[in-house]
Nanobody
Framework: VQLVESGGDLVQPGGSLKLSCTASGILFRFNSMGWFRQAPGKQRELIAGITSGGMRNYSESVKGRFTISRDTDKNLMFLEMSILKPEDTAVYYC?????????WGQGTQVTVSS
């Protein structure tokens, strides 16, 4: 299994960004997947998940601002982020939900700064 995240960038506070995750060796339509992030000096945390049945869950820190979705035909997963805050700065990863049991990808850097 290989996971590849993309879409990270430098964005101003209050801005928006959309991250993508693609995978080989696993089909999103049959697996629960999530987005994790790791800020400098902090542990990696789970912030959003979507079950194989399509149910979505969010951490309190991103609820109402972030939206997780997927395109099962293209085997892609997305994280739409809005009203970004400096504390959202982190490397973002996709992995299985909720345990993150798959090999980790390289992640994509999101930096929120003016």
């Amino acid at each position: 299994v290989q996971l590849v995240e993309s879409g990270g960038d430098l964005v101003q506070p209050g801005g928006s960004l959309k991250l993508s995750c693609t995978a080989s060796g696993i089909l999103f339509r049959f697996n629960s997947m999530g987005w994790f992030r790791q800020a400098p000096g902090k542990q990696r945390e789970l912030i959003a998940g979507i079950t194989s049945g399509g149910m979505r869950n969010y951490s309190e820190s991103v609820k109402g601002r972030f939206t997780i979705s997927r395109d099962t035909d293209k085997n892609l997963m997305f994280l739409e982020m809005s009203i970004l805050k400096p504390e959202d700065t982190a490397v973002y990863y996709c992995n299985s939900y909720p345990s993150g049991r798959l090999p980790w990808g390289q992640g994509t850097q999101v930096t929120v700064s003016s």
